[in-house]
T-cell receptor, first 114, second 113 residues
Framework: DAGITQSPRHKVTETGTPVTLRCHQTENHRYMYWYRQDPGHGLRLIHYSYGVKDTDKGEVSDGYSVSRSKTEDFLLTLESATSSQTSVYFC?????????????FGPGTRLTVL | TQLLEQSPQFLSIQEGENLTVYCNSSSVFSSLQWYRQEPGEGPVLLVTVVTGGEVKKLKRLTFQFGDARKDSSLHITAAQPGDTGLYLCAGAIGSGNTGKLIFGQGTTLQVKP
């Protein structure tokens, strides 16, 4: 257990509304990641962070923004949700001292955009 | 664009059978991870392979990293219903120390009793 929680765990929203998902970790990990998981696509990286206020884009970043104002929290925001953003979102951390970029995942947030 | 092709995408077998899942790419990876995911949960790390040709065993699961570090396989011996789940491979990409991973599409395994 890497001490990762995600909130909310489930959310239903309407097209055009803003949505913020939260990832919280308790072990002071530097690297944090946001992924989305869709059938047939595995997990795809949205954004990642390598420290407080240090973030960068992943392969599917359009329509998403992130913020990291403190080490323990990494927020993912959908400024204006669209139906194509219906997905399961996972947060992950990279454990310190690991060889090979091992990541540990939170329980996920299921988002439905109507 | 770097891709990881995972096959097969679906596998339904009887308890006691053996199976192999493949993960292939044209790119070289510095390391490769295998994860297992159950419904409603996040992926859980099974193993990391780093060296070309490396073989690791985890009980009835055998993981191999290709000599050129472009491919990997997961072999399960005498599968059990408890092995049912989604298996994902992931390769480390990018320059520097970003820790970014690229994932295969996943293999859904169903083991029938």
């Amino acid at each position: 257990d890497a001490g990762i929680t995600q909130s909310p765990r489930h959310k239903v929203t309407e097209t055009g509304t803003p949505v913020t998902l939260r990832c919280h970790q308790t072990e002071n990990h530097r690297y944090m990641y946001w992924y989305r998981q869709d059938p047939g696509h595995g997990l795809r990286l949205i954004h990642y962070s390598y420290g407080v206020k240090d973030t960068d884009k992943g392969e599917v970043s359009d329509g998403y923004s992130v913020s990291r104002s403190k080490t323990e929290d990494f927020l993912l925001t959908l400024e204006s949700a669209t139906s194509s953003q219906t997905s399961v979102y996972f947060c992950a951390i990279r454990s310190r001292g690991t060889v090979g970029n091992e990541q540990f995942f939170g329980p996920g947030t299921r988002l439905t955009v109507l | 664009t770097q891709l990881l092709e995972q096959s097969p995408q679906f596998l339904s077998i009887q308890e006691g059978e053996n199976l192999t899942v493949y993960c292939n790419s044209s790119s070289v990876f510095s390391s490769l991870q295998w994860y297992r995911q159950e419904p409603g949960e996040g992926p859980v790390l099974l193993v990391t392979v780093v060296t070309g040709g490396e073989v690791k065993k985890l009980k009835r699961l055998t993981f191999q990293f290709g000599d050129a570090r472009k491919d990997s396989s997961l072999h399960i011996t005498a599968a059990q219903p408890g092995d049912t789940g989604l298996y994902l491979c992931a390769g480390a990409i990018g320059s520097g120390n970003t820790g970014k991973l690229i994932f295969g599409q996943g293999t859904t395994l169903q083991v029938k009793p």
